[in-house]
């Protein structure tokens, strides 16, 4: 129970919130088929944002800790930007063919 003590009721608000307008961002808006981490990294900027701009004193619309007003606008505005988020490439690498050809294993019988 003391860990429960330890998180702002804000951050878990804020991190359910992420997720789902996340997930509704994925869904909705008209971009071409994307990947899912890139919007959600994005998503998470904007909240950050969000709480950045709750920290200047300006004005805004809270969930309890959570400032949701600028954060879903930030969030929102930044989606076109998804696009620029590097991922990595789970795809192997193909090795690079040797230099000298190879002896087949298997030569073909003479007749």
Do not use: C
């Amino acid at each position: 129970m003391d860990l429960l003590k330890l998180v702002p009721p804000g951050l878990v608000v804020a991190l359910l919130a992420i997720l789902i307008l996340s997930q509704v961002f994925y869904a909705a808006l008209p971009y071409r088929k994307r990947a899912y981490v890139p919007i959600l990294v994005t998503t998470a900027a904007g909240f950050v944002l969000g709480q950045l701009w709750d920290y200047l004193g300006l004005p805004s619309l809270r969930l309890g800790q959570a400032n949701m007003v600028p954060a879903i606008a930030f969030a929102l505005l930044l989606q076109p930007l998804a696009r620029f988020v590097p991922r990595l490439n789970r795809e192997p690498k193909e090795p690079k063919e040797p230099n000298e050809p190879k002896e087949p294993k298997h030569p073909a019988p003479h007749p």
